[in-house]
């Protein structure tokens, strides 16, 4: 089965600051991953995600994460973090078994940002 | 305007008694998933339905029942509800036109309070 690792469950910034929020993956075949933020008292909505047509994938709201291979992981980065970017941050991979087209999600990571 | 809708938003109940939290979809999908989300624990897949009246179950399906009798709308039943159901709750729909990058999409969640 597949597997979703995010190391730290709670990431802090001050605005402006890079943000970096990783995800690392297990998967017996060739992954198609995805980013999701939830935002306080919301759904879950689609940041990003990767379907090996390019290794860097760009998404909303300025951030991009790159499916690095060999070291199995797809990170997520924003150059410069705003206030409205704080929120829970979920990776996910697809986990297909047959018909179900299940995700697996990774426990979150919550982004602060100080002001 | 495609969506997922879900009601009630917010419930509180007691133990034992019977509830339905309705998910609907107007993008035509064929796959509706259940989720719950919990502290720590990232979300989890409950029941999952390829197309009507063809479901089944996910990583966690005690104490929960689905149907799927039209195709836009996908219940999610608990027939005596326990406080160890209390969660917040996501239904998702994709395409599931046989494609595992598909974006699945989250409707706005249900926040169950089982006293």
């Known amino acids: 089965a597949q597997s979703v690792t995010q190391l730290g469950s709670h990431v802090s910034v001050s605005e402006g600051a890079l943000v970096l929020l990783r995800c690392n993956y297990s998967?017996?075949?060739?992954?198609?991953l995805f980013w999701y933020v939830q935002y306080p008292n919301q759904g879950l909505q689609l940041l990003l995600k990767?379907?090996?047509?390019?290794?860097l994938v760009k998404g909303i709201n300025g951030f991009e994460a790159e499916f690095k291979k060999s070291e199995t992981s797809f990170h997520l980065t924003k150059p410069s973090a705003h206030m409205s970017d704080a929120a829970e941050y979920f990776c996910?991979?697809?986990?297909?078994?047959?018909?179900?087209?299940?995700?697996?999600f990774g426990k979150g990571t919550l982004l602060t940002v100080n002001p | 305007e495609a969506q997922v809708t879900q009601n009630p938003r917010y419930l509180i109940t007691v133990t034992g008694k019977k509830l339905t939290v309705t998910c609907s979809q107007n993008?035509?999908?064929?796959?509706m998933s259940w989720y719950r989300q919990d502290p720590g624990l990232g979300l989890r897949q409950i029941y999952y339905?390829?197309?009507?009246?063809?479901?089944d179950k996910g990583d966690v399906p005690e104490g929960y029942k689905v149907s799927r009798k039209e195709k836009r709308n996908f219940p999610l039943i608990l027939e005596s509800p326990s406080p160890n159901q209390t969660s917040l709750y996501f239904c998702?729909?994709?395409?599931?036109?046989?494609?595992?990058?598909?974006?699945?999409?989250f409707g706005p969640g249900t926040r169950l309070t089982v006293l």
């Open positions: 998702a729909s994709s395409p599931g036109a046989g494609r595992s990058s598909d974006t699945q999409y």
């Open positions: 990767y379907t090996s047509a390019a290794t």
């Open positions: 996910a991979v697809s986990d297909r078994k047959g018909s179900n087209y299940k995700l697996t």
């Open positions: 339905s390829m197309n009507v009246e063809v479901t």
């Open positions: 993008m035509n999908h064929e796959y």
């Open positions: 998967s017996s075949v060739p992954p198609y």
